[in-house]
């Protein structure tokens, strides 16, 4: 098998430190009461549909609904999102801008909500610098469905042998598996120059 050429970047715990506790620890003095918070209010599955592409006013209007006394918090979610980011994975970072220098073709799967991710973009500008990009809210598809894999590699011409993607799930790295991408199950103890670097990537 021909070794790839091309990388394939999750955003979210992989290039971006995101966890809605860098947001909450700050709302909330007891930890057991912010963790029971995100597990019944502002819960994984709420905010997954924000990246499938439901708009933001109405998430919050469904929570406050059942959950008026909440209110402010489930509000906070949505208005200083931006303080769930606390910054970048710097080794990640730096191993995809010596890519970019190599001339290596880099591109990304998200899932992200589109306004969020516009915001991000903006805070950092090494987002913007992808070969290609799909955002799971501009698609209202998520991974690790099949589909969206397919929809990056039609989209830009790629071959699936061809590129290896890099996430933090074993979910998503399993459904690029699927599709014939090689695929890199990228914690915060994985040494990804070393992964890519087997690949022959020049890092």
């Known amino acids: 098998m021909l070794k790839p050429t091309k990388v394939v970047f999750d955003i979210g715990n992989v290039l971006l430190r995101w966890d ?39 998430a919050v209007a469904l929570l406050v609904k059942d959950h008026p006394k909440h209110e402010p918090h489930i509000r906070a979610f949505h208005e200083r999102w931006s303080e769930t980011v606390s910054g970048v994975f710097e080794d990640n970072v730096a191993l995809l801008e010596r890519l970019r220098e190599a001339g290596v073709p880099n591109y990304c799967i ?17 987002l913007a610098g992808f070969d290609g990009i799909v955002v799971s809210g501009d698609e209202r598809l998520l991974k690790p469905d099949p589909a969206i894999y397919h929809l990056l590699l039609e989209r830009y011409g790629l071959v699936a042998e061809d590129c290896v993607f890099i996430d933090d799930s074993k979910a998503n ?7 014939g991408m090689h695929a890199i199950h990228c914690l915060e103890t994985t040494d990804l120059a070393a992964e890519l670097r087997g690949y022959g990537f020049p890092v």
């Open 20 to 58: 809605p506790r860098n947001l909450y620890r700050q709302l909330f003095e007891d930890e057991a009461e912010m963790e029971w918070f995100l597990s019944n209010v502002c819960t994984g599955d709420w905010n997954v549909e924000q990246d499938r592409g439901r708009d933001w006013d109405e």
């Open 110 to 126: 998200t899932n992200f909500s589109s306004p969020k991710f516009v915001l991000a973009q903006e805070r950092f500008p090494f």
């Open 173 to 179: 790295v399993e459904g690029a598996r699927s599709v």
